[in-house]
Nanobody, 124 residues
Framework: VQLQASGGGLVQAGGSLTLSCAASGRRVSISKMAWFRRAPGKEREFVAGVSRNGDTIVSDSVKGRFTISRDNAKNMIGLQMISLKPEDTAVYYC???????????????????WGQGTLVTVSS
C-alpha cells in the first residue's frame, strides 16, 4: 500500500487550500482513512477521518473550516481547508487503516500506512 499526498503550499491567512491523497495497493472504499498534521515542535495531531461506510469526523480545532472527502472512483481522499490560520501551518499526512472493525481512530497508532506528508504554510 502506498499513499501519495499533494496540494500543500504557501497561503495567506483566510485563504483556502485543498490537499489530495492518492492510494495504491488498496481501495479507499474499504479502508478507514485520515489526515493528521504535525506542526513545528508539536506531536502529530488528528485532523479528520472517514470511515469505511463514509462517515466523517473532524477535530474541534478545524471544525467548520476543514472537510474530508473521499473519491472511490479515483481511489483518493481530499481535505478541503478554508479560512486558514497561521496555527494551521504544519506538515499534513494522510493515513490508512486496514482494520475492518471499530470506528475512525484519532491517534497515529491506529493507522498502518502513511503518506510522505505535504507542507502547508499559512502566513499572517
Amino acid at each position: 500500500v502506498q499513499l501519495q499526498a499533494s496540494g500543500g503550499g504557501l497561503v495567506q491567512a483566510g485563504g483556502s487550500l485543498t490537499l489530495s491523497c492518492a492510494a495504491s495497493g488498496r481501495r479507499v472504499s474499504i479502508s478507514k482513512m485520515a489526515w493528521f498534521r504535525r506542526a513545528p515542535g508539536k506531536e502529530r495531531e488528528f485532523v479528520a477521518g472517514v470511515s469505511r461506510n463514509g462517515d466523517t469526523i473532524v477535530s474541534d480545532s478545524v471544525k467548520g473550516r476543514f472537510t474530508i472527502s473521499r473519491d472511490n472512483a479515483k481511489n483518493m481522499i481530499g481535505l478541503q481547508m478554508i479560512s486558514l490560520k497561521p496555527e494551521d501551518t504544519a506538515v499534513y499526512y494522510c493515513a490508512l487503516d486496514i482494520t475492518a472493525y471499530g470506528g475512525i481512530g484519532n491517534y497515529p497508532r491506529a493507522y498502518e500506512y502513511w503518506g510522505q506528508g505535504t507542507l502547508v504554510t499559512v502566513s499572517s
